[in-house]
């Protein structure tokens, strides 16, 4: 089992900055990737940024440039640091861990948190 447990969510205006993070705990060792997916309401969740075990990190094209994914082995923790956010950015927030590597299909994630919720007024 892993756990997963979001922070650092809250209400920005747009062009503004929040770094998400993401404390897991338990056989994180089993999973290949873990990233950030986003839901906004009546919208699919999405994947945003994943990192697996070697580093490796693949970003939506609507976040490039933008979203920086990272993490900290030694904390078991992930980060999401969200520059220039937009309007459109606005969404929960998930952590999720799978065993797929660098993967930004939500459905191939088994491990989930409960969100942080983003907003970015105009």
């Known amino acids: 089992q892993v756990q997963l447990v979001e922070s650092g969510g809250g209400s920005v205006q747009s062009g503004g900055s929040l770094k998400l993070s993401c404390a897991a705990s338990?056989?994180?060792?089993?999973?290949?990737?873990m990233g950030w997916f986003r839901q906004a309401p009546g919208k699919e969740r999405e994947g945003v940024a994943v990192i697996d075990t070697d580093g490796t990190t693949r970003y939506a094209d609507s976040v490039k440039g933008r979203f920086t994914i990272s993490k900290d082995n030694a904390k078991n923790t992930l980060y999401l640091q969200m520059n220039s956010l937009k309007p459109e950015d606005t969404a929960m927030y998930y952590c999720?861990?799978?065993?797929?590597?660098?993967?930004?299909?939500?459905?191939?994630?088994?491990?989930w948190g409960q969100g942080t919720q983003v907003t970015v007024s105009s």
């Open positions: 999720a861990a799978g065993f797929v590597f660098a993967s930004l299909v939500a459905d191939e994630y088994y491990y």
């Open positions: 338990g056989y994180t060792y089993s999973t290949a990737s």
